[in-house]
């Protein structure tokens, strides 16, 4: 092989070499968190996302370029969901974005100076450049709400296409109550259908009589005699 033959190959072994090396350099590795106990995880960008706790049930989680905000109703023990209210506020102020579609996912596109208007970006440490891609999603069945924010697009899809929805809130006291004062509702309701329809109305005065101790005839004459006194 003479010198020509050995630069040209020597040449292209370093674009290669180099060109893995970017990649390796510019692609993002993901790891899997839980945002909900046990329960609908996502992935984010590895070793650079951090936790900042809870703001009145809300959990928010932050890189460099993102943000991550979740909020699970039925995670959320006040009887009074505020924090629901002002989440969907949240994500309504999102919406106000041009509005796109990010492979397959509705999706929104706002400013950075846009985004800091909202309080709670203000607050965490992101580098607000240009522009954010935001994805809200929601899941009725595992009650998740998630707003997924950064500035870039292919990442904000890759977190979104990786939500595992897991429900471990199958209901909660309330909903259960409510379905139990349903239930009672209607079968007290058939019930005084059946007896209204069926009933003799002379048993049903006796058994009144009886529980009561009070004979309805003698109550019914006291009644009209005090009437006929009233000055009307």
Known sequence: MDNKK????GIILF???????????????????????NGTSIEVPANQTNYNG??????????DNGILVTYNSHEDDN??????LGFNTLVDLIKSGEKQDFDGFTGYVINADELLEIHIFDIIK????????????????THDNILICCNDKDMAIHMAKSVEYKN???G????ITLSNVENITGDLQSLANDYTNNSDLSEVKSTVEEKTGVNLDDAKTTVEEITEKLPI
């Open 6 to 9: 050995i630069i040209i190959t």
């Open 15 to 37: 674009i290669i070499v180099v060109g893995v090396i970017f990649v390796m350099l510019t692609s993002v590795n993901y790891e899997r968190i839980e945002i909900t106990p």
């Open 54 to 63: 809870e703001v009145e049930s809300a959990k928010i989680w932050n890189w």
């Open 79 to 84: 009887i009074i969901k505020v924090t629901e």
């Open 126 to 141: 992101v580098n607000y450049i240009g522009k954010f891609y935001c994805i809200p999603l929601s899941n009725e069945t």
């Open 168 to 170: 471990v809130y199958p």
């Open 172 to 175: 909660n006291d309330l909903d």
